[in-house]
């Protein structure tokens, strides 16, 4: 058997327990340049992982790329790996007025349309986060003063629309906050296999009927980059809290 995971090419041993989930492969180099003594340990496809550590504490920094999908293939293979506890640090759209440009959003709990833990999994069954992660990150989110709210979030599959209609009017008037891609893969595989699983994500715009009109959706903001750099202190803070 190879000593690399074959689809992220991660080592099967040896990894710290705790990692640090981003969408995006710049993101992940972004972030494991704050850490001490980072160094990457694997980089296939879009999966890039790193470890270094942060206030004392060995985390792993990793990358899972657009979309339920291919995000559970590294959750999986974290997992073979010994990793136990995952956060994810991503990007959404706000869903609530008061909801802003920048702000974290500490997800309690998520709406499972992620287009792959059906397959899994009932659909009935909750994709909800750890109590203890929840609460790490909104205390983290204080002590960094970041603007934060704490509710639920909702993981959909599909960003760009198509000819259905989206249920945005219902999930709006449920008080869902924020909607993204991937969190609920994370909840429910952290759920069927023990871990202690959560979530943080940046606002980068507003998730209105015109959401994902190609014009409408610009991340490359300061405002979300910004936050951005103010959510990788809060997730990588929360997991030391954790340990
Ligand atoms: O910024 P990330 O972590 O990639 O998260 C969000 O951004 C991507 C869409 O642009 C999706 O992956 C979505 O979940
Ligand atoms: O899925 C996503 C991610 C970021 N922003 C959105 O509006 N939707």
Do not use: N
């Not at 989930?21 to 340049?33: C, S, W």
């Not at 792993?60 to 506890?85: W, Y």
């Not at 959401?211 to 300061?222: A, E, I, K, Q």
């Amino acid at each position: 058997m190879s000593d690399l995971l074959p689809v992220t090419r991660i080592p099967r041993t040896g990894l710290p327990p705790r990692a640090v989930v981003v969408g995006d492969p710049f993101r992940a180099e972004r972030m494991a340049k704050r850490l001490t003594g980072a160094v990457e340990v694997a980089h296939a496809r879009e999966y890039r992982t790193f470890r270094g550590s942060w206030d004392g504490t060995e985390v792993v920094v990793s990358s899972h790329g657009v979309g339920g999908p291919g995000a559970i293939c590294l959750f999986q293979e974290l997992t073979e790996a010994g990793v136990d506890t995952m956060l994810r640090l991503g990007t959404a759209g706000a869903m609530q007025p008061g909801v802003r440009d920048g702000d974290l959003v500490i997800a309690e709990a998520c709406v499972r349309d992620d287009g792959v833990t059906q397959q899994l999994v009932p659909p009935e069954y909750p994709a909800t986060a750890s109590p203890e992660l929840v609460l790490a990150l909104a205390a983290a989110a204080r002590d960094r003063q970041a603007p934060h709210h704490r509710g639920l979030v909702w993981t959909r599959a599909a960003f760009y629309p198509g000819l259905l209609p989206v249920p945005m009017p219902a999930y709006v008037a449920a008080g869902v906050l924020a909607i993204e891609m991937e969190l609920s893969a994370l909840l429910v595989h952290g759920s069927l296999r023990g871990l202690t699983t959560g979530g943080v994500l940046v606002i980068d715009g507003v998730a209105a009927d015109e959401l994902v009109g190609t014009t409408g959706y610009d991340p490359h903001r300061d405002v979300v980059a910004a936050g951005v750099e103010r959510g990788m202190d809060v997730a990588l803070d929360a997991l030391v809290r954790l340990s």
